[in-house]
């Protein structure tokens, strides 16, 4: 793989906490091949002892000045893990002043999961679910916008961000969400390199973690 390593290069860098592992990826906009290269760590509860040294394994901290965006998974997941890496992220951004993009855990999954609808359903919205342990049922639900071909990004509309629900009966079609950091640390990155495309301008002040705390009602979602 070529060195990402040099003074001219111009990163983007995607950080995913919102599960067990903890996932890195940048890509160099500089480099015309656009070659991403990511990680995965296996950290559970020492993320907040090693965040630092994982970054750096993926890229020097010498280098952190020439990142020009930062995309940063929000949630719904690991409430902890998730609040340790937006605050690195928006610590970053604001030191370096650039932008920071969040996208919430269940939008990136979107691309993977709506392949699992039914045929004539796949165009159609419909829902993230899991059970987040002593809360509820937590929910998003989901759009297919367009498929980028040029750089296979999957644009997906969040119709509603995920949030803690009161009625499961009304949530139809409805897919469970699974973790698949590798997959989605990618998806993450790309969604930066849309917004780097369409000169998004995202302040690091907006940017917190996804942590749902009451039911709402969700018939007025349908």
């Known amino acids: 793989m070529q060195n990402f390593h040099n003074s001219k290069s111009k990163y983007l860098l995607a950080l995913h906490s919102c599960s067990e592992s903890f996932g890195i990826a940048i890509k160099d906009t500089e480099n015309p ?21 994982c970054i750096e394994t993926i890229l ?16 719904p997941g690991s409430f902890t893990s998730t609040r340790l890496t937006i605050s690195m992220a928006r610590t970053i951004a604001q030191q370096i ?52 071909k040029e750089s296979n990004f999957h644009e997906f509309s969040e119709i509603f961000s995920p949030q803690l629900i009161s009625n499961e009966k009304q949530i139809n079609p409805s897919i469970k969400a699974s973790n698949n950091v590798e997959k989605d640390i990618i998806s993450l990155i790309n969604f930066s390199q849309y917004c780097q495309k369409l000169k998004v301008q995202s302040n690091w002040k907006t940017t917190l973690p996804i942590y749902p705390t009451s039911p709402i009602d969700n018939q007025k979602y349908k």
Request: charged share 25%; proline share 4%.
């Open 33 to 53: 091949e656009k070659i991403i290269k990511s990680e995965i760590f296996n950290l559970g509860r020492s993320l907040s002892k090693k965040l630092f040294s």
């Open 60 to 75: 020097p901290r010498e280098f952190w000045k020439q990142i020009i965006r930062i995309s940063v998974a929000k949630g």
């Open 97 to 148: 002043d650039c932008s920071l993009d969040s996208i919430s855990s269940f939008h990136l999954m979107a691309p993977r999961l709506y392949k699992d609808l039914d045929k004539n359903q796949i165009l159609n919205p419909f829902w993230i679910t899991d059970v987040l342990p002593r809360r509820g049922i937590v929910a998003g639900k989901y759009q297919l916008v367009k498929i980028h």
